[in-house]
T-cell receptor, first 114, second 110 residues
Framework: DVKVTQSSRYLVKRTGEKVFLECVQD?????MFWYRQDPGLGLRLIYF???????EKGDIPEGYSVSREKKERFSLILESASTNQTSMYLC?????????????FGSGTRLTVV | GEDVEQSLFLSVREGDSSVINCTYT??????LYWYKQEPGAGLQLLTY?????DMKQDQRLTVLLNKKDKHLSLRIADTQTGDSAIYFC??????????FGTGTRLQVFP
């Protein structure tokens, strides 16, 4: 069964901490994505990557950075966590062209910043 | 523009049909998708439709596509309590990104 695995389901961090959210996929997908999900706002794209060491800003990149050193792993970094970054974070991956596959999502990480 | 719009809530009685609607603005979209998100979980691909199709049926699910009006719908027949979830539509062009709607929360009551 193909998978996108997010390292933590729940995280609680303090304001100002540096936070790492990890995502690993085992499908040899080229594309990987980080979204945040907030009630009434749907999914908002933070960053995405088409290949190793490549990254592109999404719609709301401020306060975040990413790292993709290996094809299977895409990390989201909150440089200095703030309370307005409390949210559900979803990682997804896809083949180079989604076609009939669309995206495969991880189970999400619910981050609370206190 | 790239806005994909959905109504936020839908409430139906168990056993009835549910119809979730979506409007999109990009007529060049090639694939359109429906995803389901159960509480506390990620999104799961339910079904998709290619842009040259009008309808696709998959067991209890029927997808209708009206390209002229840029309207996509998902009909769930014989809705069950296990269908309670948030449903997202998404569109794809010849790019590597999907554009998601805001999601419709379906509540099924007995």
């Amino acid at each position: 069964d193909v998978k996108v695995t997010q390292s933590s389901r729940y995280l609680v961090k303090r304001t100002g901490e540096k936070v790492f959210l990890e995502c690993v996929q085992d499908m040899d997908h080229e594309n990987m994505f980080w979204y945040r999900q907030d009630p009434g706002l749907g999914l908002r794209l933070i960053y995405f990557s088409y290949d190793v060491k490549m990254k592109e800003k999404g719609d709301i990149p401020e306060g975040y950075s990413v790292s993709r050193e290996k094809k299977e792993r895409f990390s989201l970094i909150l440089e200095s966590a703030s309370t307005n970054q409390t949210s559900m974070y979803l990682c997804a991956s896809s083949p180079q062209t989604q076609g009939t596959y669309g995206y495969t999502f991880g189970s999400g990480t619910r981050l609370t910043v206190v | 523009g790239e806005d994909v719009e959905q109504s936020l809530f839908l409430s139906v009685r168990e056993g009835d049909s549910s119809v979730i609607n979506c409007t999109y603005t990009d007529s060049s979209s090639t694939y359109l998708y429906w995803y389901k998100q159960e509480p506390g979980a990620g999104l799961q691909l339910l079904t998709y439709i290619f842009s040259n199709m009008d309808m696709k049926q998959d067991q209890r699910l029927t997808v209708l596509l009206n390209k002229k009006d840029k309207h996509l719908s998902l009909r769930i027949a014989d809705t069950q309590t296990g269908d309670s979830a948030i449903y997202f539509c998404a569109e794809s062009k010849y790019t590597d990104k999907l554009i998601f709607g805001t999601g419709t929360r379906l509540q099924v009551f007995p």
